[in-house]
């Protein structure tokens, strides 16, 4: 059974940091068939949006608004994990934030991509309020 878990989370204040971790464990074919793992978010009235993703070889992508206050990291050794920390947190930063893992695909020159993600976690709530 495929299972991603989500934890962390809760309620800080503008400025403050966070973090929320995301494990995901029966993925079919793994460790041998190389997982993208994503972070997305969505707040009330908007779409959802991705925060940031890690390909199979531990390639690490990040949308250009997260620049300077997110970052995204893995155990060692555990290439199903995935932290996501916030910095100077925002109050447009609350929002319930899912994780996401999809088997990755290849270009012909072995470079591998995450076109899309069949797992996700039921979503963890993260609110900025003063």
């Known amino acids: 059974e495929v299972q991603v878990v989500e934890s962390g989370g809760g309620s800080v204040r503008p400025g403050e940091s966070l973090k929320i971790h995301c494990t995901a464990s029966g993925l079919p074919g793994s460790p041998n068939l190389g997982y993208c793992m994503a972070w997305f978010r969505q707040s009330p009235g908007k779409e959802r949006e991705e925060v940031a993703h890690?390909?199979?070889?531990?390639?690490?992508?990040r949308e250009v608004w997260t620049e300077g206050r997110f970052s995204l990291s893995r155990e060692e050794g555990a290439p199903n994990t995935l932290t996501l920390e916030i910095n100077n947190t925002k109050t447009d930063d609350s929002a319930v934030y899912y994780c996401a893992a999809g088997p990755a695909a290849y270009t012909r020159r072995y470079t591998p991509y995450c076109p899309s993600y069949t797992y996700w976690g039921q979503g963890i709530q993260v609110t900025v309020s003063s």
């Open positions: 890690v390909d199979s070889e531990g390639v690490i992508s």
